[in-house]
């Protein structure tokens, strides 16, 4: 690439943090941070066409050329490598979507610019954990999202909000810890046994798959390890989930910590995708049956749960327990058909359940709750509102021409023919997915349908400037769901890689 287009879509938000600092008027602080973020989509939206561009030229591009690679450190074998191919491509857009919302959802006031600084931060933070491939600059952008998702929860949550911070903070740094771990042995590793101490992930998976380096598979499995325990936490895995509805229920009430907090945990699936499976496939291989055990507990536990919540925060963030669970059994039915359905999901899910939170914020800055039980007939007097929440909440449960059921079927098709898992993990797994029609439903009757309450009669439909940014995100989930093709043609190609890499391993075995 001739333009360092991933390094600005990284750091335009960064440097839109950075102006935070000598804007002190409120309106433009705002004016300056949807700036930032909206140059940071357009950006994305160049290299999205050019990436979409180069598969009309040659159907099998995987991303070769779209890459950026400084020597960073060269004695300790550091660099800035940045790439984009099918597997992170639509991520990075996804990120660069949201966080426009995320900063025109953000309360104004005495302390804006810190609020709209720390948004900005955590967005340059989840860009450069998609497009990192250096396994120190990822870990570094992985953890740095810890520092403003905990500031953003610390100063502006809710009563137990040092609490939540704490625990978020404490639980996805600890995971981290043992990736770490994982990475510096993979360093030196590969170091011993090709004499190329390198962190460049390039580099060693090449080794791995040329067999040049081969590690033992007692040590490989300790390395697997640490790099799905750090994603299974920051996933929200059962059982590593417990941080998880604490956070969303001490986020603040404007909803914008609440859709970046879904954005971090597309990380962890990604992580899973990019990273655990390649470096570590017999391993992976070797733990599937089990993580698919804890992925069918997460999809059902999630999923029962969520029915008994009285907080449609906190429905949505068990909701979140099991739609993330079905992404991991998705990964790790290990064929290219789950993996896919898996990597939809992860876009569906940062789409559909971000827009959920923010309508919900929404709402209770409406009406003044986010008790379901305690409302009731509002459709009467927010017709259009009502049909766009129950919109989102059909692509939720992943209703056909929806982007929730190209993905779901996807993983569910992948799964039933895979040699990891299987047909029987998947009957399971269909019981959370009805059972997640059943609470979203639910939720919606008890809100919107039944009789109006008197405290409620006059109180009339969201104001235009409030429904706009949902109709949007709802037009995204359409478009996902009636022209997939664009997604699957991009991932493909990449995913090649990774059909290859199982096979291989299947024939060993």
């Known amino acids: 690439m001739q333009i360092p287009l991933l390094s600005l879509v990284t750091w335009m938000p960064a440097l839109g943090a950075l102006l935070m600092l000598v804007v002190h008027e409120r309106s433009m602080q705002r004016t300056v941070a949807l700036a930032a973020s909206l140059v940071t989509l357009v950006l994305s939206i160049v290299v999205l066409v050019n990436f979409q561009q180069a598969l ?8 070769a050329g779209f890459s950026e690679q400084i020597s960073w450190v060269p004695t ?13 491509l639509w991520l990075m857009v996804l990120a660069s979507f949201m966080m426009p919302f995320a900063i025109w959802a953000a309360s104004t006031n005495e302390r804006s610019n810190a609020n709209y600084a720390l948004l900005l931060l955590l967005e340059t933070g989840i860009l450069g954990s998609f497009l990192a491939r250096d396994l120190i600059l990822f870990y570094a952008f992985f953890e740095f999202t810890l520092i403003p998702t905990a500031l953003l929860l610390g100063i502006w949550g809710g009563e137990r909000r040092v609490e939540a911070a704490t625990k978020f903070f404490l639980y996805t740094f600890a995971g981290s810890i043992f990736m770490l771990l ?4 993979l360093y030196l590793l590969h170091g011993q046994s090709t004499g190329v101490f390198t962190f460049d992930y390039a580099t060693i998976l090449a080794a791995i798959n040329g067999g040049v380096f081969r590690i033992d598979p007692a040590v490989e499995r300790l390395l697997f390890g640490g790099f799905f325990i750090a994603f299974a936490i920051k996933i929200a895995l059962w059982p590593f989930h417990t941080w998880m509805p604490l956070l969303h229920g001490q986020t603040p009430a404007d909803g914008s910590v609440d859709l970046a907090a879904v954005l971090l945990k597309v990380i962890g699936g990604y992580g899973l995708i990019r990273f655990a499976l390649p470096l570590f496939s017999s391993s992976a291989l070797w733990a599937a049956p089990a993580i698919g055990v804890l992925a069918v507990i997460g999809v059902l536990y999630g999923a029962w749960v969520a029915y008994g919540q009285r907080d449609i ?4 963030a068990y909701s979140s ?5 079905l992404v991991v059994f998705g990964v790790f039915a290990l064929n290219a058909i789950s993996v896919s359905g898996a990597l939809i999901q992860l876009i569906n899910y940062g789409l559909t359940t971000g827009a959920l939170f923010l309508a919900v914020a929404m709402l209770e800055e409406h009406v003044g709750t986010r008790q379901p039980r305690e409302m009731g007939g509002l459709w009467l007097v927010m017709p259009t509102f009502g049909g766009l929440l129950l919109a989102m909440i059909l692509a939720s449960i992943g209703l056909p021409g929806l982007n929730g059921f190209v993905g779901e079927f996807a993983v569910l098709q992948g799964a039933w023919i895979s ?3 299987g047909w029987r993990y998947v009957l399971v797994v269909v019981l959370g997915v009805i059972l997640a029609a059943v609470y979203m439903l639910a939720m919606f009757r008890h809100s919107f349908m039944g009789p109006l309450r008197a405290q409620y009669a006059a109180i009339g439909d969201l104001p235009r400037s409030k429904l706009v940014p949902l109709a949007v995100l709802l037009v995204a989930m359409v478009a996902i769901g009636i022209f997939p093709n664009p997604i699957f043609n991009s991932i493909q190609p990449s995913l090649g890689q990774f059909a290859a890499i199982l096979s291989a391993t299947l024939t060993s075995r």
């Open 56 to 63: 009309i030229v040659n159907a099998m591009f995987a991303g």
């Open 76 to 88: 300790w074998g550091l660099s800035y490598y940045l790439a984009v191919d099918g597997i992170n």
């Open 182 to 185: 994982s990475i510096i042995a």
């Open 313 to 316: 925060k906190q429905l949505l």
């Open 321 to 325: 327990v099991s739609h993330l669970s």
């Open 419 to 421: 040699a990891a898992l």
